[in-house]
């Protein structure tokens, strides 16, 4: 048996391989150990036999509810992912891994790696309505790039998209996928309505350094990105302060920050009603914004979600709250489960990429209602 988290995104430490029915691991923390809670390992064994993973610091993670009713993901061709079954008592994490083939790579959630990250990239580029641009590089010396798609013509609404400012929370960037191949579909109507009528500028992967480290929730120097936007530096926060002189520029009339959330086993939308100059108008978007995705995804709900922020409370160094006081403009945060989506649940496969990219597609016909009414 041999157990190696020695690759992209790779995130374990191995404690003790002496018994199959007890192996011992142990999750790395993020830089600044504040936050751990992701992990992403290949197991190497004998084809037939049933291993025992114990990972022991688990119950020092940073979201200890998100391992109630949780199942790790597997893979033996790192593209399809399925649910394994997992256990959390007294502080540990047990995952029964029984062996098909000789090795199984194991992880939180289905990876988004860097490479497949630059494979997107280098895909969309192709388009003629796509073009790329350096917004700047990271505190690891990453690119931090910019998708626009559009023609960039005058009097269009701005539609922002942001995505894995967390990093571990990869179906961010699965949504993102989905999104921009669905918008880029000649085919798809509500993608060249959209186009005809809004520029687009995304960032599908705002923290590049924490996603290759195998973070959970941080960058390089263990900086948690969406508590920077108030006042981001380079030394500090590159990836935001980058990424808002680049807004400033051009304006924002919609704001789409993408996330995953440990705990909640639901898809939902937080959104900016806590902010000091949020009005009957943008109220009015939201509801609007968020009716029409109900149709669209039968995977997104209302119902669930976080507590909403009184007047006048919000958190303002988190993106959506700074964004939409900045440009008074609609603003939302999407997060999508770990787990999976109790609203419409899926034993075998829990929440999924391939429903995260569903769930992008589906957020352009949200995007469609509201972008006549933006201004």
């Known amino acids: 048996m041999r157990i190696t988290a020695n690759f992209d995104a790779g995130n374990i430490e191995v404690i003790n391989l002496d018994d199959k029915n007890d192996v011992q691991l142990a999750i790395r923390p993020d830089v600044g150990e504040e936050f751990f809670q992701w992990f992403n390992f290949r197991i ?5 036999e049933q291993y025992t993973l114990n ?3 688990a119950g020092e993670a940073a979201y ?3 391992w109630d009713n949780y199942q790790a993901v597997a893979s033996y061709d790192r593209q399809h992912w399925f649910r394994i079954p997992t256990f959390y008592k007294e502080g540990k994490l047990t995952i029964i891994a029984d062996m098909d083939c000789e090795s199984m790579q194991i992880a939180y959630f289905a990876p988004y790696s860097y490479e497949r990250h630059q494979d997107l990239l280098a895909a ?14 990271t ?8 998708v626009k798609i559009g023609d960039g013509a005058e009097g269009k609404r701005n539609i922002w998209i942001t995505a894995r400012q967390h990093p571990g929370e990869t179906m961010a960037e699965w949504l993102v996928d989905g999104l921009m191949h669905s918008l880029l579909d000649s085919d798809n109507p509500t993608g060249k309505a959209l186009l005809d009528k809004a520029n687009f500028y995304i960032v599908p992967n705002m923290n590049p350094d924490g996603s290759a480290r195998g973070h959970l929730r941080t960058n390089a120097l263990g900086v948690n990105l969406n508590r920077e936007w108030l006042n981001p530096s380079l030394e500090k926060s590159p990836e935001v302060f980058h990424t808002i002189n680049k807004m400033k520029e051009t304006g924002v009339d919609l704001f789409y920050d993408v996330h995953g959330d440990e705990a909640l086993p639901f898809v939902f939308l937080a959104g900016s009603q806590g902010t000091p100059s949020y009005n009957d108008r943008l109220a009015k978007l939201r509801d609007r914004f968020s009716e029409v995705f109900k149709l669209a995804s039968a995977d997104f ?4 979600g976080y507590d909403v922020d009184a007047p006048g409370t919000a958190n303002m160094t988190v993106a959506t709250h700074w964004v939409a006081e900045t440009f008074d403009c609609l603003a939302n945060t999407m997060e999508m489960p770990f787990k999976d989506n109790d609203n419409l649940p899926d034993p075998m496969m829990g929440w999924s990429p391939e429903r995260s990219i569903k769930l992008g597609e589906a957020s352009l016909v949200a995007m469609l209602a509201v972008v006549d009414d933006l201004r």
């Open 301 to 304: 709900q209302s119902e669930f």
């Open 124 to 137: 969309v580029q192709m388009h003629p309505l796509v073009s790329l641009e350096h917004l700047g590089e």
């Open 55 to 57: 990972i022991l610091n």
């Open 139 to 146: 505190i690891d010396k990453r690119d931090l790039t910019l």
């Open 44 to 48: 190497e064994g004998v084809v037939g």
């Open 64 to 66: 200890l509810e998100g």
